[in-house]
């Protein structure tokens, strides 16, 4: 009984998930993050940008399908349903694609089509490798993500500092991009 | 070796993502000031953000308003039925005149006929609903 009466205490209401929000929001470094991370995630397999990931998990808090509990960092938190949102609507979205009984659903704004494509997915990996093909530590941390070893291992695997690394990672998402950009416009 | 490549690059933009978390805020900054882009599309997403919080707020005034309305319904329909006999009816007018302070001739009331008590009943509950809700509606006003 007093463990739910304290647990109801820790629950965040409807203006206290609006306060946070809020706040978020307001700060420029933690919202780049996040849209960011909501952005390559959508990429990782949603049929949705990044954007659309954001509000979908904003309202899945809002209407109270996830909960928060004020003990838990906000931040954290919403990292955590942009995860499982984006997981479950790749997964949603692939059983689709596969059961050919299943309503059609609406094409991916995303890269999604490309993850799907076997073909386009190996022209993606020989384009970025080759594209680094001078730059070994590079690649080796390409090779850490593609066995999605986590950040302390690779960081430790690599030997390269975490300046070196955030740089890579800036690198990386760069040459995603135009990669990206190449492989799709090839097919147009 | 194809579903090898999908899941590489899905692990290469899982990573990416992940990452992104662990970065240091002066890295942040430096690729906010190069991502003027982004950070103008960022700016915009705030704005559907705060969108989504009015609507939802909105939806939650609406039901909150319904149920509140839905109470009240069930409290002004509430059915009052009269007793049975005249002389319980004159009882109650009688009573209720006391209680209300109301200047009723008791004498005239032993020949009332059944129709004038109902009607008379009526008027007194009436003055009584009105009585009860008027310092809430004086509250409204203010």
């Not at chain 1, 629950?11 to 960011?36: H, R």
């Not at chain 1, 809002?62 to 931040?75: P, Y």
């Not at chain 2, 129709?115 to 009943?121: M, Y």
Request: charged share 35%; hydrophobic share 35%.
């Amino acid at each position: 009984m007093q463990d739910d009466e304290g647990s109801k205490k820790s629950k965040a209401s409807l203006v206290e998930i609006e306060a946070a929000i809020k706040a978020l929001m307001a700060e420029d470094i933690a919202w780049f993050k996040i849209q960011m991370f909501a952005r390559f995630r959508a990429y990782a397999g949603c049929p949705w940008d990044g954007d659309d990931l954001v509000q979908e998990s904003l309202l899945t808090l809002l209407e109270g399908n996830r909960t928060w509990d004020k003990k838990v960092d906000f931040a954290v938190l919403f990292q955590g349903i942009i995860r499982s949102v984006a997981s479950h609507k790749y997964e949603e979205w692939k059983k689709d694609k596969e059961d050919e009984s299943h309503v059609e659903m609406e094409e991916p704004a995303t890269p999604l089509g490309t993850m799907l494509d076997s073909e386009k997915c190996a022209e993606f990996l020989r384009l970025l490798r080759e594209r680094f093909k001078d730059d070994p530590k590079l690649l080796t941390v390409l090779e850490c993500w593609e066995g999605r070893f986590n950040y302390a291992d690779a960081l430790q695997y690599t030997e390269i500092t975490v300046e070196q690394y955030e740089k890579i990672i800036r690198r990386v998402e760069g040459a995603l991009k135009s990669v990206r950009e190449k492989v799709e416009g090839g097919t147009k | 070796m194809s579903i090898d490549d999908k899941e590489k690059l899905r692990a290469i933009y899982d990573a990416l993502a992940e990452s992104v978390l662990t970065m240091s805020d002066t890295e942040i900054n430096e690729w906010r000031n190069v991502a003027k882009d982004d950070v103008l599309k960022m700016n915009e997403s705030k704005n559907k953000v705060l969108a989504l919080l009015k609507q939802k707020k909105k939806e939650e005034c609406k039901k909150h308003r319904q149920t509140h309305d839905e109470k009240a319904q069930s409290f002004v329909s509430q059915v009052f039925s009269f007793p049975g006999t005249l002389q319980e009816k004159i009882n109650l007018i009688k009573e209720k005149a006391v209680s209300m302070n109301l200047a009723v001739q008791f004498r005239e009331l032993e020949n009332i006929s059944e129709e004038d008590a109902n009607h008379l009943l009526e008027t007194i509950l009436n003055l009584e609903k009105e009585a009860a809700s008027s310092p809430s509606e004086k509250k409204d006003d203010e």
